[in-house]
């Protein structure tokens, strides 16, 4: 984050998302905040609060998008949540803590992965050894078995006192050349038994600090299985097992923990569907319940999680909804005081639906593109093709209802349907989309206003 200045995370995020400015910026100042507090004074830092955003806008605008790919670019945890998932204490459904208990077990298993890559090369190592202990049985183990090189099957036992140093390293050699990888081996694999009894529960055992899952699992005996494979097979089941040896678990879940405390972010979608009175029945009746339980968490408490306590004060929120109906003046004060920062999404008109087709990364044109050149064949978008397919996106989103840049991806499907269909035996191997095939394609649905409902 040192080297990333707003201008340059706007400068990032521009290659994915296309306009709205104003909220890369909004983003973009509150990323560059987190790297700022950590290089200020430690008994000031505690008392800097992230300054949490609420994106006001239509569907299919960015919002999601612009969030997670701000997490990219930082590296930090994330988790996007819908807030209307989420019911007031005393009624069914998902209690409020779940998602910094998600956003926890998401960035320990994530760490955990990257331990396990990062001493692959040494499990590997002894893997290696492993399946050659398994291949060349020391002189002592007399009731051990192995393959003979030369069968494959017979089980032979070499006599005792034999020096086997030179065949070891023989078969290393044929071990890293491949020569080995289809003879087969007996191989003990521990597969833990668990319960076939799910265990529910809501937050009371959580806060307990009780995991049923993890403290059933580790009462049931371990099962050793003994298993033959291929050695190819048995050298990826080796160094598995031996990559998770040596990871120290207790190191990742401190630096996962220490990570989402200090530099999670979680993505609250749809807060516009728990915004507004309650109505005192129906399905309404939880819904300033529901911003209440959110309270605490936005404005920083301790969440207990089978990781132990974690603390939300340094999380940064982002908001997001339509607000067709409601406004963010809806929602309960206290839960306005914790969003300072309100950034209003635009709707997206044919010129950005254009540089939407072609201009990111991961254009939607570039996508299919990709996909059909899988089958050999070569799909050429003409400018003025281009530039239909945005102003029908418009027109349709201004007739039915306004889905934003997701509008692209109804058309584009419908437009290719037949050459994605066809692909595999299209002759010769090149198609030209121009605005005559747009128009050949889409203009009858467009025409007939019921039917472009229907399908568009």
Do not use: C
């Not at 994915?16 to 990323?31: C, E, F, M, N, P």
């Not at 459904?93 to 090369?121: F, I, P």
């Amino acid at each position: 984050m040192k080297h990333l200045t707003p201008a340059q995370i706007v400068k990032e995020l521009d290659r994915y998302i296309i306009g709205q400015d104003q909220a890369k910026r909004s983003v973009a100042i509150a990323l560059r905040n987190r790297w700022r507090r950590q290089q200020v004074p430690a008994d000031l830092r505690d008392e800097i609060a992230p300054k949490n955003i609420i994106m006001i806008g239509p569907t299919g605008v960015g919002k999601t998008e612009i969030a997670r790919r701000l997490s990219k670019l930082a590296d930090a945890p994330f988790i996007k949540v819908e807030a209307s998932k989420f019911t007031e204490v005393g009624y069914v459904g998902r209690d409020v803590e779940s998602m910094v208990r998600d956003l926890v077990d998401l960035t320990v298993n994530q760490m955990r992965l990257r331990q396990q890559q990062a001493v692959a090369e040494k499990a590997g190592r002894m893997a290696e050894e492993r399946v050659l202990d398994l291949l060349l049985p020391a002189s002592h183990q007399r009731t051990s078995f192995h393959p003979d090189l030369r069968s494959g099957n017979t089980k032979v036992q070499p006599p005792a006192g034999a020096d086997t140093a030179g065949t070891r390293e023989k078969l290393r050699r044929m071990l890293r050349d491949g020569k080995l990888d289809d003879r087969i081996v007996e191989l003990d694999v521990t597969e833990r038994s668990m319960p076939m009894v799910e265990v529910f529960s809501n937050v009371g055992m959580e806060e307990l600090g009780i995991n049923f899952k993890d403290m059933l699992g580790n009462l049931m005996p371990k099962n050793v299985k003994r298993r033959k494979m291929k050695v190819s097979d048995a050298l990826q089941t080796l160094a598995a097992e031996e990559a998770q040896n040596l990871v120290d678990m207790d190191k990742v879940v401190e630096e996962a923990v220490g990570r989402v405390e200090q530099a999670g972010i979680i993505f609250l979608d749809e807060i516009d569907k728990i915004a507004g009175k309650s109505s005192g029945q129906g399905p309404d009746v939880s819904r300033e319940g529901v911003q209440r339980d959110l309270l605490p968490i936005v404005e920083g408490s301790t969440v207990n999680t089978k990781y132990g306590p974690v603390r939300t004060d340094h999380i940064l929120f982002i908001a997001a909804g339509a607000f067709h109906t409601v406004k963010p003046s809806d929602l309960i004060p206290e839960l306005q005081g914790r969003f300072p920062i309100r950034v209003e999404l635009g709707s997206l008109g044919a010129d950005q639906f254009v540089r939407i087709l072609t201009e990111p990364r991961n254009a939607l044109l570039l996508q299919y593109i990709a996909l059909l050149r899988t089958e050999g064949v070569d799909l050429v978008f003409e400018d003025d093709a281009v530039a239909r397919i945005a102003q029908i996106a418009e027109q349709v989103n201004q007739r039915t209802e306004n889905i934003g840049a997701r509008r692209l991806h109804t058309l584009m499907e419908r437009l290719l349907e037949d050459v994605l269909f066809d692909a595999p035996f299209v002759d010769p191997p090149k198609v030209v989309v121009d605005s005559a095939y747009v128009e050949q394609k889409l203009e009858s649905i467009i025409a007939d206003e019921d039917l472009s409902r229907y399908i568009l």
